[in-house]
């Protein structure tokens, strides 16, 4: 932390003094904020507001101290005034947001791509790598019978900055979890509590797991990925006991990010469910949920996915537990092109018109784009076999695959529009409708 100047530390005796004394108050929070002591500013400034809710310099001052820092580039280094200046070198480009740039490769490789692919490691190669990574830490030990850990917990390295286009999506979970966990003098300021999981639902293969991963790397926390196949067992009372281990097992790598994928197969609805041993799994994961009291589940963060949230018990959707929910639909049109440009870009390829291609694949998942590329490099891999040339991948590979293969998600909005027009309880399905209007399936 940066040293507090005489000053600062005499405004705050005077403040301990006169704690009502709002501009006094707001005049050591603006210190320290120039001071670079931002928690300790904002938290002057929220008890101003307590006091004076309405206060404009203490709106102004909090919106200066949550803003996102902004880096300004490097400036170049003044040219000597005894000296001739030298020429400007060329400026190297700043680094883009996203991580692959097409326009700088294009511009460099232009006339002739060579194939990159045979820079790859080798498979030997990658197997020796994979035999010198650490194991991920285990909950389980050497009592999982096939030998690795249900309960990996992972560190995730993705953000939300690896996640292209999906605003909507990227807004309310910045609302729900990250915003609050950056700023915990706000969160304290306006009673905003961090219990409770986040429910995504949409079409299959549209980035729901990547985006549970990206919270994560954005948090700095641990993952853990579960799946209803890691806590099912056929002998009565180890399904509750591999919920119990795995609850506890997050909550002491906290803080961490456990995502529940097929959540509709793990927590169906109790109502529907023959087997009674299904439904105190459900109890299990109920009582998990809630926490043994008020603060076990302390930086443990639950997102869930699922393909049916009709299925999904009631219960796991009241406050407390799963009670905000995202809707995560096919990829727009930036996320179409970031997820193009992932699956191209190790690739052999050659005058790829991306613009056309993202156009005609309105309504693709993204496991539908990464069959389309590898489609077209299969196509353009069996055309050099017949002529016994290496070929370059183009965008008429892409389009001739494009006549053959339909979206995916075509069959879950058939079934999704009949629940969301017929059992739309409480407009929890608004955001669905709304999508379905757009896109005239209606």
């Not at 035999?131 to 030990?141: C, F, I, N, R, V």
């Not at 919270?215 to 196949?229: D, T, Y």
């Not at 049109?333 to 870009?345: N, V």
Request: aromatic share 4%.
């Amino acid at each position: 932390m940066p040293e507090e100047s005489p000053l600062i530390k005499s405004l705050r005796a005077a403040v301990d003094a006169a704690p009502d004394d709002v501009p006094l108050r707001l005049h050591l929070a603006q210190l320290l904020l120039e001071a670079g002591i931002v928690q300790d500013a904002i938290s002057q400034v929220a008890a101003a507001l307590q006091r004076e809710p309405g206060n404009a310099d203490a709106q102004a001052l909090i919106a200066r101290a949550v803003a996102p820092p902004v880096t300004a580039p490097a400036a170049a280094p003044a040219p000597a005034q005894t000296q001739a200046a030298p020429a400007p070198a060329p400026a190297e480009a700043p680094v883009p947001a996203p991580r692959y740039d097409w326009k700088q490769a294009e511009d460099e490789l232009s006339d002739v791509i060579p194939p990159r692919f045979v820079e790859s490691e080798s498979e030997s190669d990658a197997e020796e790598a994979a035999e010198e990574k650490p194991a991920p830490l285990s909950a389980h030990g050497d009592d999982d019978p096939a030998g690795v850990s249900a309960w990996d917990v992972e560190t995730a390295d993705l953000s939300l900055a690896d996640v292209g286009g999906m605003e909507q999506v990227k807004e309310r979970l910045e609302a729900a979890f990250l915003a609050p966990m950056r700023n915990p003098e706000l969160r304290k300021l306006y009673g905003k509590s961090l219990r409770g999981g986040l429910l995504m639902y949409g079409p299959p293969g549209c980035g729901k797991t990547y985006i549970a991963r990206a919270v994560a790397g954005e948090l700095g926390a641990r993952f853990m990925s579960v799946s209803i196949s890691d806590v099912l067992d056929m002998w009565i009372g180890n399904s509750e006991r591999n919920l119990r281990e795995l609850f506890e097992t997050a909550r002491r790598s906290a803080p961490c990010v456990v995502f529940l994928d097929e959540l509709d197969a793990l927590g169906a609805k109790r109502s529907q469910l023959r087997h009674s041993g299904l439904r105190t799994t459900v109890n299990q994961l109920l009582l998990e949920l809630d926490g043994v009291d008020g603060q076990a589940n302390e930086g443990l963060f639950v997102l869930a996915a699922t393909n049916h949230p009709w299925d999904v018990d009631p219960a796991l959707r009241r406050p407390g537990r799963l009670d905000r929910t995202v809707l995560v639909l096919p990829p727009d049109e930036p996320a179409r092109e970031s997820i193009l440009r992932h699956h191209l870009k190790d690739r052999p390829i050659a005058r790829i018109d991306l613009r056309k291609l993202v156009k005609r694949t309105d309504g693709f998942s993204g496991a539908d784009l990464r069959h389309l590329c590898e489609s077209a490099a299969e196509r353009a891999l069996m055309d050099s076999v017949r002529t016994g040339r290496a070929r370059m991948i183009e965008t008429d590979d892409l389009l001739a695959v494009l006549t053959q293969v339909r979206p995916s998600t075509g069959p879950w909005f058939d079934s999704a529009r009949r629940v969301a027009q017929f059992a739309n309880e409480g407009g929890q399905y608004d955001e669905l409708l709304a999508y379905l209007k757009k896109k005239r399936m209606l």
